[in-house]
């Protein structure tokens, strides 16, 4: 059987790429990794993976050199791709643009058959100048075409760019509970914020809330970019503050919270179409998610009564969020959770679209 080879220009415990490896490796199909270690003091081991290459470490997230360290990464994949052996005979697993345009670039000199996993398209993820967007985007389209398929996370995310070749597998978690139909959770008066804790994930709004309301306990999972507004939360005595975590020790931790936030400022284009895995992460678990006006998941989240939409500054949208109502948090996380399982539990996805679409490379 060939390998799949996963390229990240990330830490190999993200999450979304966690499911996809635990999957694979548990089909049969033998997996490595070649990617960035963004924080040197991890140990980053991993038994899934036959092999595992970080071609960088150091450089953090959010950092003034990172754009340099992108650039370096990229140099260095494609060095390392050009002159590999045996390089036909596997199948390589791009994550994001970065990773991919090195394959397309390597597919003018080698034979490489890529898949393109697009988590968030570089052309509208950041403020690039007009003409920028323009070239990025150009580039995309060749990219993705030249791919056996590409991934999108949402349907909500195809565009111009897109060819017939792509599937969509959902930002979805494996299933905690082994597919119980309906939870009997007492949940607790307490919410849940997960993952890159970034202020443009409405962290400044979440802090005057918690602020305010000193009788909810907030369960903070995750890492903050910025050092100053995380010795604000853990200057609260509400506020319980933890590192990363295996995703089953999250699900443990936050499995009674009435409500976990999924917060994107709306200003940002990507952030308008975010696929956040928070989102299906409450509606597995059958919790409430918060989400915010002004972005395409608010509409979704609105229209299913799976949750609360608020404003994404602190304001009076916010008031619905201070009151205990034990049967609305029931009715609401277990209408997510009949969803979850009617659609987007991740290892069904993977068994009914991805390996059938991956089976005709092998």
């Not at 299906?280 to 919790?287: F, P």
């Not at 229209?303 to 608020?310: H, L, T």
């Not at 979850?340 to 996805?349: A, D, Q, T, V």
Request: glycine content about 4%; aromatic content about 16%; proline content about 2%.
């Amino acid at each position: 059987m060939k390998e799949i080879v996963f390229l990240f220009p990330g830490n190999i415990n993200s999450v979304r790429l966690q499911k996809f490896a635990t999957y694979l490796s548990e089909n049969g199909f033998v997996i490595s990794y070649i990617g960035w270690n963004r924080y040197k003091n991890n140990v980053l081991k991993d038994d899934k993976f036959k092999s595992i290459t970080y071609l960088l470490n150091g450089g953090g997230e959010g950092t003034k050199i990172l754009p340099l360290l992108y650039i370096w990464f990229i140099i260095k994949l494609f060095f390392n791709l050009l002159f590999k052996k045996k390089v036909s005979e596997k199948v390589w697993f791009a994550i994001n643009f970065e990773t991919a345009f090195v394959l397309w670039i390597v597919s003018k000199f080698r034979h490489v058959k890529y898949i393109y996993d697009i988590w968030d398209e570089m052309a509208i993820s950041h403020k690039f100048p007009n003409w920028l967007v323009s070239a990025i985007r150009a580039i995309d389209k060749r990219v993705r075409r030249c791919a056996e398929f590409y991934i999108h996370v949402d349907e909500n995310r195809f565009s111009d760019l897109d060819s017939s070749n792509n599937i969509i597998i959902y930002n979805t978690p494996f299933d905690y509970y082994s597919e119980k139909v309906d939870t009997n959770i007492e949940y607790e008066n307490s919410f849940a914020v997960t993952g890159w804790l970034n202020n443009t994930r409405g962290l400044l709004s979440i802090l005057k809330f918690a602020s305010e309301n000193k009788e909810i306990k907030f369960l903070i999972v995750g890492e903050f970019i910025d050092k100053n507004v995380e010795k604000k939360f853990n200057e609260l005595a509400n506020v319980e503050y933890y590192h990363f975590m295996p995703q089953n020790e999250l699900f443990k931790l936050i499995s009674k919270c009435r409500g976990i936030f999924s917060l994107y400022d709306p200003s940002i284009e990507i952030n308008r179409l975010a696929a956040s895995n928070k989102l299906y992460d409450a509606m597995m678990l059958a919790i409430p998610v918060i989400v915010n006006n002004g972005i395409k998941a608010a509409e979704f989240v609105a229209k299913n009564e799976i949750g609360y939409v608020v404003n994404y500054e602190y304001d009076s949208s916010w008031k619905e969020l201070s009151g205990y109502d034990e049967k609305s948090i029931t009715e609401k996380g277990n209408n997510g959770r009949r969803i979850y399982l009617s659609k987007y539990e991740f290892g069904n996805m993977l068994t009914q679209v991805f390996i059938p679409e991956l089976n005709k490379y092998f």
